[in-house]
């Protein structure tokens, strides 16, 4: 009862210690903000990459297999598997009017299917608000071969914003555009399409894709018109399972499904393989580089230390009479020591309590702070183009914050540590004696 | 004089002053070497991207490229300010390995390809120096000896050879023979597919003659090829003949905005004469950019980094300020009684200020000292500490298999740790400010009365 009384009592009368307050919530801020950046930026890329490719894909090599519906509707059935769908890519060139001809992706997909991997309802600007299921039917052009269009083939962002002019791009829906792309047996095709709908992904590489329906594009490339045939499908496993459960559990339903529906003979049910998304080794750099970030910034940071070690000191220095008080009223060494020790902990509890809230300010609203830089300096940050993410991750990484925290305690606690040993030192015949 | 005296004597005495020496140390150490390691990357970024455009580009972003370019490059080639000019083709096809060679990589995907005619693009740009194996004259870059029949190609780096961990390609001695069908979707000036009656696209086979090493994203996405034959897979070709962009340095002396400036005058000059010809809505379209502006995706994100990292350093200098600030305001506590001496003897408030300040600039001075002394020997080291924690605990600060970064950058420069210096001096010297002030300010008659002592 006494600590917290002298505590609160340091806290409000010794006005300096309000910068070691400072310099905790600073250095727990910057710390909790590198941290999230990074943790938003891989986590924001691995979720796009999943959604994209899957958690894994499972393929049919060399020979496509026909009524793929009903593999996907087994699988799906599957307590591993949480969805299933068919993919088919390709790459190709994209005229948009006169003298403009851009690269594009190709990416063919189901859009029910594909809805389970990716909040295609969200991405969309024209169906957005719609409420009859997404397709890709074009507006006034009901025979044309619809195409969703990624923003970036079709527009550029503002170079000083980096912001796309959404009216502007709503006009280009139901405009024709031609697509060339090598098709089956190497054959060129121009294939005349109109834009049905925009697409504004997470990912720069979503935005730059071309998605025209599955069974067109399959169509395209493999020259096979009729049966519903597909030989590349991803697969969203099932968070509760192990990989290998999956695995075992995928090759079951498909040997089955190719003895019993198909009649395939055991040479052809081996041509199946199944890929994982492996943690790709540009996440491992990106982990690194937080690592060695949160080091540099820690090292500077551990400077506080010294700072609640020289307040604490001249604290010490001055209410040695205080101490010698409390000592020659009984107080042992001890709890003279952790008056101080303790008051460190408080100090550092407070400024990562402070520094919490900066951090999570700062993290929340870092889109905002990023536009107000640009608009005062001129200096745009994030660009997509740069980052591949659309947006600047915005989430608090939770988990963190106690390790911060703790090591701010601690850092805290340390520097109070000498100064707490001077005064459990403090010999009140000493300090009090009349001379 | 006796300010300096004191000066010394407390920093020499006060040891509690040591800990703004150490603090003021362990920043510039820090600033320094990340400054310098970020500064030496970005710096070798810039120049490898400099060299991969020449100095300023005119360009259309269309594939379809642009008509008069040859008469362009005269005019360009007149101008004392220009050195050299280089049309380049610029477009995507699909390459693919074809039977014939001897090397097991295989190539199947969309590329940018890139025609160039090396004699002229090599004066603009860095193309003699990313050769690998070409070691003749620079014109004859393009021929190979293995299928004389077949036009040469040049790919990049990236898509044929492993690096080792210190990222260093594994190449083999003799150029590896490799044969690519590159297939091209040639368009009309008007951006229509050319030859549309036909169904096949537009392909020829090459053979490898060469590999490039730019250092830049170029290495792994873009095939290079004799000109006149890129030309003419891409429609290019014909009555008026196009390009994509002309590439082209400044003679030396000459700005970056002065030059571009020229070069943009004598643009819009040209399409003004040019504005009733045939195919003139295709200039348009072109731009004149400095190679900063043509590369900014790239160049941006490196001096936007750079400029983020002084940012933070800059609010965590803000602590060193606070421990000069505690410090002296302890050292000022402490020292009332010898300034209020100094003041009975007549010394006056701005000079006991002064005395202080200059303690406070003694401390700066000396900790960023120790961390630049500090922070050079780590920066000698730094590529053998490197390779210690790499050998001994699998640590590299870049994965030199993934970014096509050498040695950790360790040139020092000299405004940097300048800069950094005065900007550690100067946080000194606002940290002792206050107390400072507050020092010139007590008055003998407080600090020296028999109550007090």
């Known amino acids: 009862m006494l600590k917290l009384f002298l505590w609160l009592r340091y806290l409000r009368k010794k006005k300096i210690v309000i910068l070691c307050i400072v310099a905790v919530a600073l250095s727990v801020s910057l710390l909790l903000v590198v941290d999230s950046f990074f943790t938003g930026l891989i986590d924001g890329l691995k979720n796009s990459l999943a959604a994209e490719s899957g958690d894994a894909v499972a393929y049919i090599y060399g020979k496509p297999i026909p009524q793929y519906n009903a593999f996907l509707g087994r699988l799906e059935h599957l307590e591993e598997v949480d969805a299933a769908a068919p993919i088919c890519t390709g790459g190709g060139l994209l005229w948009l009017e006169s003298g403009d001809v851009r690269e594009a992706g190709i990416k063919g997909i189901d859009i029910e299917k594909d809805s389970k991997f990716i909040n295609w309802k969200n991405c969309l600007l024209r169906q957005k608000e719609q409420v009859s299921p997404l397709n890709f039917t074009v507006p006034g052009y009901p025979d044309a071969n619809g195409v969703w269009v990624g923003v970036n083939i079709i527009a550029e962002p503002n170079e000083r914003t980096d912001k796309y002019d959404v009216e502007e791009i709503r006009k280009l829906i139901g405009k024709k555009v031609v697509l ?256 | 004089m006796y300010k300096f005296v004191l000066a010394f004597r ?209 290495d792994w996405k873009s095939v290079y090829l004799p000109f006149e034959q890129a ?7 014909g009555e008026l003949k196009r390009a994509n962009a002309l590439f082209m340095k400044f003679t030396d002396g000459v700005g970056l905005n002065a030059g571009c400036s020229k070069v943009q005058f004598l643009w819009d000059q040209f399409m003004e004469d040019k504005k009733d010809l045939r195919q003139s809505e295709l200039l348009k379209n072109v731009k004149v950019q400095s190679w900063k502006v043509y590369n900014r995706d790239m160049v941006a994100v490196a001096e936007t980094q750079q400029a983020l990292m002084i940012i933070v350093f800059a609010m965590m200098g803000v602590i060193t300020v606070f421990i000069v600030f505690v410090v002296f305001y302890m050292i000022v506590s402490h020292k009332s009684k010898d300034i209020g001496i100094l003041k009975s003897v007549g010394i006056s408030n701005g000079n006991i200020m002064l005395l202080f300040l200059i303690f406070a600039f003694l401390i700066g001075a000396l900790g960023s000292s120790i961390g630049a002394v500090g922070g050079w020997q780590f920066l000698l080291h730094i590529n053998q500490i490197e390779d210690w924690l790499f050998e001994h605990f699998d640590f590299q600060l870049w994965d030199r298999e993934l970014y096509a970064i050498g040695d950790i950058p360790n040139s020092i420069d000299w405004r940097v740790l300048v800069t950094i210096i005065l900007s550690a001096v100067s946080a000194c010297l606002i940290g002792a400010f206050l107390p400072s002030r507050q020092a010139g300010r007590l008055q003998p008659v407080e600090t020296l009365r028999v109550s007090k002592l």
């Open chain 2, 10 to 218: 407390f920093l020499l005495k006060r040891r509690i002053s040591y800990f703004s020496v150490f603090a003021v140390a362990l920043c510039v150490f820090v600033v320094f070497v990340v400054m310098t390691v970020l500064s030496g990357l970005t710096a070798d970024f810039k120049k490898k991207t400099h060299l991969w455009s020449g100095d300023c580009v005119v360009s259309t972003k269309s594939l379809v490229g642009f008509s008069y370019y040859e008469e362009f490059m005269e005019v360009l080639q007149k101008e004392k300010e220009i050195e050299a000019v280089s049309a380049v083709i610029k477009s995507y096809a699909i390459v693919k390995s074809v039977p014939g060679g001897n090397s097991s990589v295989y190539i199947d995907r969309t590329l940018e390809v890139i025609g160039i005619e090396p004699a002229s693009y090599s004066k603009v740009t860095g193309f003699s120096e990313w050769l690998k194996y070409t070691t003749g004259r620079i014109q004859n870059s393009f021929e190979q000896s293995y299928d004389v029949n077949l036009p040469g190609c040049i790919i990049g780096i990236g898509f044929l050879f492993e690096r080792d961990t210190n990222g260093n390609y594994i190449m083999p001695e003799q150029m590896p023979q490799i044969k690519v069908d590159v297939s091209c979707f040639p368009l009309t000036a008007k951006g229509a597919l050319a030859r549309a009656g036909t169904a096949v696209v537009s392909s020829k086979i090459f053979a490898l003659s060469d590999v490039a090493q730019t250092g830049i994203s170029s």
């Open chain 2, 231 to 237: 030309q003419l897979l891409c429609g290019m070709t």
């Open chain 1, 180 to 435: 060339t792309t090598e098709g089956f047996g190497r054959k060129r095709k121009v294939i005349p399409l109109r834009i049905s709908d925009i697409a504004f992904t997470d990912t720069i590489w979503g935005d730059r894709t071309l998605y025209v329906p599955f069974e067109y594009l399959f169509e395209i490339q493999t020259g096979i018109t009729e049966g519903k045939y597909a030989n590349f499908f991803k697969l969203k496993l099932n968070k509760n399972y192990s990989k290998q459960e999956m695995q075992s559990a995928v090759f079951g339903v498909w040997k089955t499904f190719a003895r019993e529906n198909l009649g395939w003979a055991d040479d052809d049910i081996a041509r199946m393989h199944i890929d994982y998304e492996e943690e790709h080794s540009y996440f491992v750099e990106l982990r690194k580089q937080m690592a060695v970030l949160l080091l540099i910034f820690g090292v500077i940071c551990s400077v506080v230390i010294l700072l609640v070690f020289c307040i604490f000191y001249m604290i010490v220095e001055t209410k040695l009479k205080d101490i010698a008080i409390i000592k020659s009223c009984g107080a042992s060494s001890t709890t003279a020591a952790l008056i101080f020790t303790g008051f460190g902990g408080c100090i550092g509890l407070t400024g990562s309590g402070l520094g919490i809230i900066i951090g999570y300010i700062i993290v929340k609203n870092v889109n905002i702070l990023e536009g107000w830089v640009r608009v005062i300096t001129g200096i745009k940050l994030w660009r997509r183009s740069s980052y591949l993410l659309n947006y600047i991750p915005n989430q608090l990484n939770w988990p963190d914050i106690l390790p911060i925290t703790l090591a701010a305690v601690a850092g805290c606690c340390a520097g109070a540590l000498i100064p707490a040993i001077v005064a459990a030192k403090t010999r009140p015949v000493d300090i009090l004696r009349y001379e």
